[in-house]
């Protein structure tokens, strides 16, 4: 059984103008030690995926689905306490933005403590301990001085290292790292992923990962679900979404990325014309038809899954038409 | 933070200055004050008599100085209507006007920020939205309305409390409603409204993701960093209270330093008026300077600057 | 919250199949469509409205002469009292003056202090502001300090004793509160007014040659003026409770004009007995300061949902 288990996952947020769709019938399953990639650009709806996995969407939001299952348990049903007890624990998450994601009025010390005492039974001591072990772990020299500094007093990649600390804290079976680079500087960002790859190697943790860098999910992801406007296009293993990207949008994300090797020097890089549709009111068919080379009239029809090969599925109607052209 | 507490402590004390020099000029700029403690039936000669008698013959800025070197001393002079030194008069009177702001403090205090915490925990709800009308309501009504119809309600019709006087603590229940009535719409909004900006910070976010219980998050993660402003806001709304208590004090007659200044305007009592504009500007200068250094205790962001 | 939403996701828009283009109307007509949604607007200014009303109508509608001395009809209760009579709805006062007319004209008097105080407070603040917030480094640090200054004299105190010096009348306590209330213009002024004078259309009037009373005065002070008409509204009340403070200690208005604050001033010794003598003016007082707070309230709600508080 997977650890998590995602099916037709649907975020709908009202607003004055109509029901905004965030996410709409996204699925996909996370087994334990893996790591799912879960790409696209901002507002195709994968930060509200993770959060709705761990029931930390804002109040306004909707969430709805055929299934969420973590390790057997129905997050879909399960009481609000229960939940509270999984978060944190068994499912932790690192967020985007290390400068605004630690509270300015406590210590580090405070912070990591909290995580570990407000599910297990420990003293004070023993939760330090684990803090110090943490900190060093992740790469942090002079833990148990940093443990007394306020977070203002930490560069952003130390913020993050705290962060993933904080996360690991409980021993979780799963993490979710939202776009846990996105906001550090370039040499930082490399060293920071590797981290979590390592991690997530030694303590056999499930592992989600929302970016919107192919480059990072090329090296760490064993499975890939893109998604756009809100809905998953292509899902599958890394290796056959990257040997053989199948919607028209993957492609197109890919040509956006140079490739050492593969991509002439000189050459152009690809973009995708057009913008993302407003996701306001009822959408039929194929969202990505307005900027696709290969849309025809049954795209604004019924979207369902096509397999090209075992275990790589692709939300495209227009297979067969691709490789006539291609 | 010792930098910062001294460049903090250089403003209130220059403030204090510039206020003792408006406290100074303002009443001897208004009007002729050798005419006003003469009396309107005086002949000129009795004037110039009283102008020479109290010194208002000299330059202003010589009286001015005068009185500054002396304020610095704690003399204000004698009271022309009480046969009092000014210093004893305030001495006397200090006491109940301070405890009856400090009770109103605490007591708007006490009303306001749970009640902005829980209109902006249940925001949107219709918990916000009594909350909202109460501080709109509030705002609404003047302190002296309040003072007078908490009288008819409590001392007049259900005989509970003493109508007027501050001889026992029970003298000091009514009037602390009504003044810290005054306080409560503001420290509620700025409440509400800091919580709310915590509440939506990504730290808040990080709590909840660790699995802190709900009212961890809202006392221990958002409360600590929302109170900040309103620790500043309490300060500056304890000075209004001095200012403002002439009212209350002169609704329930307790004979605080508010009652003091409204006999001695009425009297022409320069003295004391003077000395009672500079002390509660004082008061008001010192409180934000602590509002400010407690402030930054509070935030280790400037603290540890 | 959700007001801010669907701005946010038009900016996507120029696809034929998803987007509907938003509807575009002028500030105006956008403020009247919203304005009519705003309870709170309506509810204030249909009050405001009512009493401005029986304000101008006040030599109208006023039963009595709101001076006339009738010692045989003293203190006769109102209407709603089993001894009232319909000749005077809300009773007489201690001189048999009618209580109704004398709340008519009080009106008068607490909307002109609200008016003509802000009159002069306004343009005292707007321009401290407007020049703060414009020309910023020293100009600005003095006025902060000024405004800080200003924060540290108790104003009931202060305008107490300069009122008594003035020698309590109406246009005496106009004068003063006038010269003491522009501090939150001030303030408000300056914030706005830093954040406009960055705003492309200001450098573009700077790079073109304007004179700074011109940009001033045709470029920012029109964008500031929602603003300003809040922190007015806002003021009008603090102006007018203030004065009815002042009058109620009989430091202010002067009998025997009917300000409100000297009619529960006056009405205080019989609180034992007759306490709608307090409670009348005392109502008005409220409602008038209410109305004029909600349509200070609405008025920033519905010209800029984000600073909503």
């Known amino acids: 059984m997977a650890l998590l288990d995602v099916q037709d996952l649907v975020i709908d947020i009202p607003t004055a103008g109509g029901v905004l769709h965030a996410v709409s019938e996204v699925s996909f399953t996370v087994e334990r030690g893996e790591t799912l990639a879960i790409v696209g650009e901002s507002g195709s709806g994968k930060s509200l995926t993770s959060l709705a996995i761990m029931d930390l969407l804002p109040r306004v939001a909707q969430r709805r689905a055929t299934r969420l299952n973590f390790d057997g348990a129905d997050l879909l049903t399960i009481p609000a306490r229960q939940m509270r007890k999984l978060r944190g624990s068994r499912m932790a998450m690192i967020f985007q933005e290390p400068m605004t994601s630690l509270n300015p009025a406590y210590t580090i010390g405070n912070q990591l403590t909290e995580a570990l005492r407000c599910h297990d039974d420990v003293g004070a001591e023993a939760a330090r301990a684990r803090a110090i072990e943490l900190l060093e772990r992740v790469g942090i020299a002079g833990a148990e001085r940093r443990l007394l500094q306020y977070p203002h007093q930490l560069s952003g990649g130390l913020r993050q290292r705290v962060m993933i600390a904080m996360a690991l804290m409980c021993k979780p079976d799963l993490i979710i790292a939202d776009e846990p680079t996105t906001a550090l500087d370039v040499t930082i960002q490399a060293q920071i992923l590797r981290l979590l790859a390592e991690l997530k190697k030694e303590l056999n943790m499930a592992m989600i990962l929302i970016t919107h860098d192919l480059g990072v999910v090329a090296r760490v992801a064993d499975k890939v679900a893109v998604m756009y406007a809100g809905a998953v296009v292509e899902r599958g293993s890394a290796r056959a979404v990257f040997k053989a990207p199948s919607h028209p949008y993957t492609r197109g994300l890919l040509n956006c990325i140079p490739v050492p090797g593969r991509t002439a020097p000189g050459a152009p890089l690809g973009a995708i014309r057009g913008q993302v549709p407003n996701l306001i009111g009822r959408l039929a068919g194929c969202a990505f038809r307005n900027r696709c080379d290969f849309a025809a009239p049954e795209c604004a029809g019924e979207m369902h899954f096509e397999t090209p090969t075992p275990g790589h599925d692709v939300r495209c109607v227009r297979l067969a038409a691709q490789k006539a052209v291609a | ?305 | 919250m959700t007001d801010a939403m669907p701005t946010m996701m038009t900016s996507a828009g120029g696809d034929k199949p998803f987007d509907a283009p938003p509807p575009r109307q002028s500030p105006f007509a956008n403020f009247l469509r919203r304005g009519r949604r705003h309870g709170g607007l309506l509810l204030g200014a249909s009050i405001l409205l009512v009493i401005v009303v029986a304000a101008l109508a006040a030599p109208l509608i006023a039963p009595h002469d709101p001076y006339a001395q009738n010692l045989a009809q003293r203190l006769i209760p109102p209407i709603w009292h089993p001894k009232g009579t319909w000749d005077h709805v809300l009773g007489t006062d201690k001189l048999g003056r009618d209580y109704f007319s004398r709340l008519l004209f009080g009106a008068r008097i607490s909307l002109l202090i609200g008016l003509l105080t802000v009159a002069i407070s306004g343009t005292i603040g707007t321009l401290l502001g407007i020049c703060a917030g414009y020309f910023g480094g020293r100009v600005d640090a003095a006025l902060s300090y000024v405004i800080t200054t200003r924060l540290a004299l108790p104003v009931v105190l202060v305008a107490l004793a300069s009122a008594a010096l003035v020698g309590g009348s109406l246009q005496g306590v106009i004068i003063v509160l006038g010269l003491l209330l522009w501090d939150r213009f001030a303030v408000v002024t300056r914030s706005a007014t830093q954040q406009i004078a960055r705003a492309d259309y200001v450098a573009a009037a700077q790079a073109i040659g304007c004179s700074t009373s011109r940009i001033l005065f045709s470029e920012i002070l029109p964008n500031i003026l929602n603003a300003l008409i809040v922190v007015a509204t806002l003021e009008m009340a603090h102006a007018i409770l203030l004065e009815a403070a002042l009058s109620f200690l009989g430091l202010g208005v002067q009998p025997p004009l009917p300000s409100w604050g000297l009619m529960i001033a006056e009405g205080k010794q019989y609180m034992f007995f007759s306490p709608w003598m307090i409670g009348v003016p005392a109502v008005a007082l409220v409602f008038l300061v209410l109305a004029i707070n909600l349509v200070g309230d609405g008025v920033r709600d519905v010209t800029a949902p984000e600073n909503r508080t």
Not at chain 2, 195 to 210: F, G, P
Not at chain 2, 211 to 231: E, T, Y
Not at chain 2, 247 to 275: C, K, T
Request: hydrophobic share 60%; charged share 10%; with cysteine.
């Open chain 2, 1 to 305: 933070m010792l930098a910062y507490t001294m460049q903090r402590l250089i403003v209130a004390l220059s403030v204090a200055f510039t206020v003792s020099v408006v406290a100074f000029f303002l009443l001897h700029l208004s009007g002729d004050i050798a005419i006003s403690i003469a009396g309107p039936e005086s002949t000129p000669a009795q004037v110039e008599q009283i102008r020479h008698q109290f010194g208002l013959d000299r330059p202003l800025v010589v009286q001015y100085l005068d009185w500054l070197w002396k304020a610095v001393h704690f003399d204000f002079g004698n009271s022309f209507y009480f046969r009092d030194t000014v210093v004893s008069l305030i001495a006397s009177r200090i006491g109940v006007t301070l405890t009856l702001g400090a009770i109103s403090l605490l007591l708007s205090l006490v009303v306001a920020v749970p009640l902005g915490v829980l209109a902006a925990v249940y925001n949107g709800t219709i918990i916000d939205r009594l909350a909202l009308s109460f501080s709109v309501i509030g705002q609404a009504i003047p302190t002296f309305c309040l003072g007078l119809g908490l009288i008819i309600v409590f001392s007049v019709t259900l005989r509970w409390l003493p109508v007027s006087g501050a001889s026992t603590w029970k003298h000091f229940i009514l009037p602390s409603i009504a003044l810290g009535w005054y306080a409560v719409p503001a420290v509620m909004r700025l409440s509400r409204n800091g919580m709310l900006e915590v509440l939506s910070a990504d730290y808040i976010r990080t709590a909840r993701a660790k699995g802190v219980a709900p009212a961890v998050v809202i006392f221990k993660h958002a409360l600590r960093n929302a109170i900040i402003p309103v620790v500043a806001l309490a300060a500056v709304q304890f000075g209004f209270m001095l200012g403002g208590s002439i009212v209350i004090e002169a609704v329930f007659s307790m004979h605080g330093l508010g009652y003091l200044a409204w006999e001695a305007i009425a009297r022409n009592d320069f003295p004391v008026v003077q000395a009672v504009v500079l002390i509660l500007a004082t008061i008001y200068v010192g409180l934000t300077f602590l509002a400010d250094v407690a402030n930054a205790f509070l935030d280790p962001r400037i603290r540890l600057a």
